[in-house]
């Protein structure tokens, strides 16, 4: 099923255009490229004060100046993730590496969504309190953890 998924993403017009344009693979690659580099790079320093770094700032002012950016690379990093695939769809879905990556993707988002649920967000992420708790920093590890490893295994999946 994802095979013939795969092969019907690669034969649309689009994946095509994106193989024959001088310029427009590129541009594409360099749109995910710089989602990644949003998103990781604004998802690092927030996650470092869960862990507890910079413990006089507070993680609402924090907060309220990184998430827009991480979830702005993130939309372009989803946006353009499935255009570099169109590409080779047919080769990278037969890789084991694709289906790792989108588990780490969905683990990352999953414990982005399950942190904001839980009453110690909640506290820490409107007030003007200092510190963290220990569900703030294992949510904060993991993070770092799934979003590195995910970055590390799309990486991969380009040079196999």
Not at 2 to 12: F, G, M, R
Not at 118 to 145: E, F, H, K
Request: charged letters at 10%; a positive charge.
């Amino acid at each position: 099923m994802l095979s013939e998924a795969a092969l019907a993403l690669q034969n649309t017009a689009l994946a095509d255009a994106l193989r024959q344009s001088l310029w427009a693979y590129p541009i594409v690659n360099a749109g995910h490229i710089v989602g990644l580099a949003l998103l990781f790079g604004a998802i690092v320093p927030l996650d470092l004060r869960l862990l507890g770094a910079w413990r006089e700032v507070p993680l609402a002012l924090i907060n309220r100046i990184l998430l827009p950016v991480a979830l702005t690379g993130l939309a372009l990093a989803l946006v353009t993730g499935p255009l570099v695939f169109s590409v080779r769809a047919t080769e990278y879905a037969a890789l084991p590496l694709l289906g790792i990556k989108l588990a780490l993707i969905a683990c990352a988002l999953a414990n982005a969504l399950l942190l904001r649920l839980t009453l110690a967000w909640r506290a820490w992420r409107d007030s003007a309190l200092t510190g963290t708790t220990p569900r703030l920093q294992v949510a904060g590890g993991l993070s770092i953890m799934f979003w590195l490893a995910a970055i590390f295994a799309g990486r991969m999946i380009g040079y196999l």
